[in-house]
């Protein structure tokens, strides 16, 4: 039993159940009494005079990312296609309206199940980062999420983090951050939900680091819950992080599991799988499945989909901060509902999963789901925002700390482009950051997955508009990577820039963002490393020689080879500079006043073509 394991804490709380009225007489009048779709029993009476099927309700999300406040700029939109074919921006996420839409879906509904995809925590703004996490567990809690797979992200501060995450305790190196009554250190409670881990084994031992699944039971109903996160996470977390861990094959991991949790006579089975796929439109509400089931969707969920056995009737899924609801069939050809929920709280899944109590077993041909908006507009709930405001009181002297001026919106993680604006500048303050360092640095590359957020124009509180404050420019960068200095041949830097869509980034192609001064074109009607135009490929106006040297910054992940970039891992004579948050802050603050605000640079290094 691994460490993880040996201090998981029994559960809390008790699973919902909604009171039915003791004037109730009659199953019929029961039935009458709720919605259509209520989780109602259905078809012949069987055993007990139990009806046949019964409606589970299955709410989920992922990614949320401690997003506790309702995330800035674009970050925080969903798109919605209108009925004449338009579309429409709308304002959605944050805790305390998910909270709300969580809790109002599941009224009437006596069979409700709640579960998330993974990424929860980590890079998240610093709300939640600054306390490693604690307050988005503590809003889970409250949120009665019931079972949650694990992410590449729950890596991020290592195993024994995450097993204090599970299990509570206070931080091994920054103590409690609250006092309770008596005024010492409040101890952290931990998750009151599994994370499951399947996939993840450790080294030594060849066992889970958590719990592979877990088993949801109501009224003689029961669904079990497997959960796997990406079998390519240490390609895309921190050495350190994923140090002495080994992480399986999702296909052959959920089997296995399937059939084991069949053996114990569970047969409706859903899959939490920390992995996505890229859909053909950004619309949450389109339809997946025109022309045909699946069709509108591609990316390594479809292949997983394909090969996951037909034991398992739904995938909840993430990591892409897609939207999508899809069918795509089974290894039997048998339809299978694949879902994902974009990213930071901004909608939630609404699936329906009839139960057979004879069969046990799922009726897969009655599973319906949809996504659904969190939107701003409905009411708060009033224990969330007691938390933030809790919290938020802990921070403050951190967060709001003035650390630049802008003179627009810069779009980052939200700009839904290739090259965004915040990428240069980021890419901009990590050069002039290695130039203090050594001044023959040539340029600085910074992979788009490192910038987590835009920096928005309009006052987030009470600072000003155009005021970047620390916490705003911790949610763009919250990893802790350093500045890293390292010396690459010509050759070196042409073949790490065709990995950005070569080898595993062919499917999802990972554009690094550059400095100024580094020009090329990136032709999109090619394929695989043809994409990246060598010829084209300019330092200061100069092309690239391949025999000559380059000194070259990157942040201490890409400069190990992660994101699937190893030849950026073969730089030599390294040199290590200040923390990226800190590179960024300096050159905001050096280069901008009130009266001489930064404009969003405009993202004109890289020529595309479509």
Partial sequence: MSAVQKQQRPRRRTTRVLAVAAGLATVGALVAALPASAGQDHAAAGKGGKKRTVDVQLLSFNDFHGNLQPPAGSSGQVTEKQADGTEK????????????????????????VTAAAGDLIGASPLLSGLFHDEPTVEAMNKLDLDVTSVGNHEFDEGAKELARIQNGGCHPKDGCFEKDKSGKGKKFKGADYPYLAANVTDEKTGKPVLKPYWVWKHKGVKIGFIGVTLEGTPDIVSADGVKGLKFHDEIETVNKYAKILDEQGVKSIVTLIHEGGVPKSQTYNYDCDSPGAGDGISGPITAIAKGITPKVDALVTGHTHNAYVCTIPDPAGKPRMVTSASSYGKLYTDTTLTYDRRTKDIVRTSVKSANHVVSREQAKAPDMTSLISRWDKLAAPVANKPVGYISADIPGRGAGVPESPLGDLVADAQLAHAKS?????????????????????????????????????FTVQPFSNTVNLVDLTGAQLVTGLKQQVSGPNEASPKILQISDGLTYTLDMTKTGADRVVADSIKLNGKAIDPAATYRVAMNSFLAGGGDGFPELGKGTKPLVGSDDLKAFNDYLTANSSADKPIAPPKADRITIVK
Avoid: F
């Fill in 89 to 112: 921006k709308i304002d959605a996420g944050g805790v305390e309206y998910l909270a709300t839409s969580l809790r109002t879906a599941r009224k009437a509904h006596p069979y409700s």
């Fill in 437 to 473: 360092l050594d001044p023959e640095a040539d340029l600085a590359l910074m992979n788009p997955g490192g910038i987590r957020s835009d920096i928005v124009y309009k006052a987030s509180g009470g600072e000003g508009d155009g005021v970047v404050t620390y916490g705003e420019a």
